[in-house]
């Protein structure tokens, strides 16, 4: 099942909340990408954000991962989650 995800930074979210996780932020981006169950991230252009194409068995497998992000685990990040079908 493919799952699209998209994250977004909060509204009023200064740029000293979110600097200090930055690494994390990456880091755990890349841990995810070589389970290759995130297929394609893409930053979103021109905004504070990521989408992200999922491959996994369940949109609640998504959310629970999404969770694991620092930016979403300090309430900054929003993630958006939309099952998909062909």
Same mark, same amino acid.
């Given at each position: 099942m493919q799952v699209l995800a998209i994250a977004? +930074?909060?509204d009023g979210t200064s740029i000293e909340q979110i600097l200090p996780l +930055?690494? #994390?932020?990456?880091?755990? =981006?890349?841990?995810?990408?070589?389970?290759? *169950? #995130?297929?394609?991230?893409?930053? +979103?252009?021109? *905004?504070?954000?990521? =989408?992200? +194409?999922?491959? =996994?068995?369940?949109v609640e497998e998504v959310e629970a991962e999404l969770q694991k992000f620092p930016l979403v685990e300090a309430g900054i990040l929003a993630c958006e989650v939309i099952p998909l079908k062909p």
């Open positions: 977004r +930074i909060r +930055i690494k #994390p932020e990456a880091a755990q =981006v890349w841990e995810f990408y070589a389970t290759g *169950k #995130p297929r394609t991230i893409y930053h +979103i252009a021109g *905004k504070n954000g990521a =989408v992200m +194409i999922w491959d =996994v068995s369940s």
